[in-house]
């Protein structure tokens, strides 16, 4: 059974911190995405990643990084935190194209 | 500007009756569509996909139809169960997008009444 695991459930941090969500899977998958999910908007994809070191700005990349040193692992960097980027974050993998995103159970994020 | 559109932000069923869930695509490159379940505090799980060369596909009490012409779908849940009251959401990969990159609708909130 795919295993996509966030590092943390509910975070809170401050306005202008540098702030890093994590992101591992087990089935070996090549691609790794961020969305942000609110109300009315749906999912949007920040970024994603189609391999090691590899990486491709989503729809609303702008304040947000990645980083993807090893296959299992996608990280979200909040360069400098601000209240817009209060969400929940979602993080998904999957392998071949056409193949279902498998995804975790999500980081809800709020920046004072 | 929003590719994949659901409408209905809510919709509210009796037990036992059909649940019809619709999803509007603006994108004719939009080449398979999925859709997802989401309940609080989880992250979004597949339900069931279609590929643009059919125009229907079932799995059990699911099964999701595609009118190409209308670029239009949708989920027809049957019967609906209380279990089912989550959020829908159905999404759209664009033909050549090599890695599977999805666009999702707003969703919409199903209500299953006992």
């Known amino acids: 059974d795919v295993k996509v695991t966030q590092s943390s459930r509910y975070l809170v941090k401050r306005t202008g911190e540098k702030v890093f969500l994590e992101c591992v899977q087990d089935m070996d998958h090549e691609n790794m995405f961020w969305y942000r999910q609110d109300p009315g908007l749906g999912l949007r994809l920040i970024y994603f990643?189609?391999?090691?070191?590899?990486?491709e700005k989503g729809d609303i990349p702008e304040g947000y990084s990645v980083s993807r040193e090893k296959k299992e692992r996608f990280s979200l960097i909040l360069e400098s935190a601000s209240t817009n980027q209060t969400s929940m974050y979602l993080c998904?993998?999957?392998?071949?194209?056409?193949?279902?995103?498998?995804f975790g159970d999500g980081t809800r994020l709020s920046i004072l | 500007d929003q590719q994949v559109k659901q409408n209905s932000p809510s919709l509210s069923v009796q037990e036992g009756r059909i649940s019809i869930l619709n999803c509007d695509y603006t994108n004719s490159m939009f080449d398979y569509f999925l859709w997802y379940k989401k309940y609080p505090a989880e992250g979004p799980t597949f339900l069931i996909s279609i590929s643009s060369i059919k125009d229907k596909n079932e799995d059990g009490r699911f099964t999701v139809f595609l009118n190409k012409s209308a670029k239009h779908l949708s989920l027809h849940i049957v019967p609906s169960q209380p279990g089912d009251s989550a959020v829908y959401f159905c999404a759209a990969i664009s033909g050549g997008t090599s890695y599977g990159k999805l666009t999702f609708g707003q969703g919409t909130i199903l209500t299953v009444h006992p």
């Open positions: 998904a993998s999957s392998g071949q194209i056409n193949q279902p995103q498998h």
């Open positions: 990643s189609y391999d090691v070191k590899m990486k």
